[in-house]
C-alpha cells in the first residue's frame, strides 16, 4: 500500500468500465488534480472494457487501480487491486467464498504485494451493489460501527469503504465509523454530486470517491476535487 501512497489519497475518481466516457471527458477526469482512479463497477464488467479503459488511462500519470468484482474481468497492468470482502453479505460467497476459489485456481499467478482487501459495507439498500451481494443494508449507525469494527479491530483490514452507490449517505454514520477505527482507513462512496456533499464527506472520510456524476454533469464532478482537499479532517486514528 505504500508504494501507490493510498494513505494521502483524499479524493479519487471512480470509472466504470460498462459505461462510455470520451476522450475529452478522460482527459478533464485524469488531469484534474484528483490523486487517484479506480476502475470497477457493480454489473457488465468484462476484461476487454476494462482492459480497453486501463490502457486509455495508462496515458496520464496517475495511480490507477482496480476494484475487483468479477474474476474474469481481471486485467494485469494496475498498480494495484482493491479486493472486496462484503461486510454485511448474507452470503457468505461474498466475504470469503469467492475468494477462496480464486486463490484456488489463481493462487499461484496471483501479484500478493499489490493485492490490497478492503471491508466493504453497503448500506444503501436499493443500490445494485447490494442486490448482487445480498447485503442487510438497512442498517442502523450502531450496526453499521460493528461491522467496520470487525474489519479494522478484528480482520485487521487496511481499509473500510462505506458504499451508498447512488444515493447520498448518512454522513453521522460515516463520522461514527471512521472514529472508532484505530487503523483502517475509511473510503467514503455514494451519491456526491455537489461542493457541498464533497465537503461533507471530506469531513467524515479518510477518502471520498466520487463516480456516476462523472457521466452526467462534467463540470460538478470536477468541482469535488478542490473541495474535498479544501477540507482538513481530524485526526481520529
Known amino acids: 500500500m505504500d508504494d501507490i501512497q493510498l ?31 479506480i476502475v470497477g463497477g457493480s454489473s457488465g464488467i468484462t476484461f476487454d472494457n476494462t482492459v480497453d479503459l486501463m490502457a486509455r488511462i495508462r496515458r496520464y500519470e496517475l495511480p490507477v487501480v482496480q476494484e475487483v468484482s468479477d474474476l474474469d474481468a481481471v486485467v494485469p497492468g494496475f498498480d494495484a487491486y482493491l479486493i472486496p470482502m462484503v461486510l454485511n453479505t448474507t ?4 466475504l470469503v467464498g469467492q475468494h477462496q476459489r480464486a486463490i484456488e485456481q489463481y493462487g499461484y499467478m496471483m501479484p500478493w504485494d499489490l493485492l490490497i482487501p478492503e471491508g466493504y459495507l453497503i448500506l444503501n439498500p436499493e443500490c445494485t451493489a447490494a442486490k448482487v451481494s445480498e447485503a442487510k ?13 470487525v ?21 453521522d454514520a460515516v463520522k461514527a465509523i471512521r472514529t472508532a477505527m484505530s487503523q483502517a482507513f475509511v473510503i467514503y462512496g455514494g451519491g456526491v454530486t455537489t461542493v457541498e456533499q464533497a465537503q461533507e464527506a471530506a ?35
Not at 91 to 94: A, L, M, R, S, T
Open 91 to 94: 452470503n457468505p460467497d461474498w
Open 137 to 149: 443494508a438497512n442498517l442502523t449507525k450502531k450496526e453499521a460501527v460493528a461491522y467496520a469494527q
Open 7 to 37: 494513505p494521502s489519497w483524499r479524493h479519487v475518481f471512480k470509472l466504470d468500465p460498462d459505461k462510455e466516457i470520451s476522450d475529452e471527458a478522460l482527459d478533464k477526469v485524469c488531469l484534474s488534480g484528483t490523486d487517484a482512479i
Open 151 to 171: 474489519a479494522d479491530k478484528l480482520m485487521r483490514l487496511p481499509l473500510v469503504y462505506v458504499e451508498y452507490s447512488g444515493a447520498f449517505g448518512d454522513m
Open 203 to 237: 469531513e467524515a472520510a479518510d477518502i471520498v470517491v466520487v463516480g456516476n456524476i462523472i457521466y452526467e454533469d462534467m463540470a460538478a464532478a470536477l468541482a469535488t476535487v478542490n473541495a474535498v482537499k479544501a477540507v482538513a479532517i481530524e485526526d481520529n486514528i
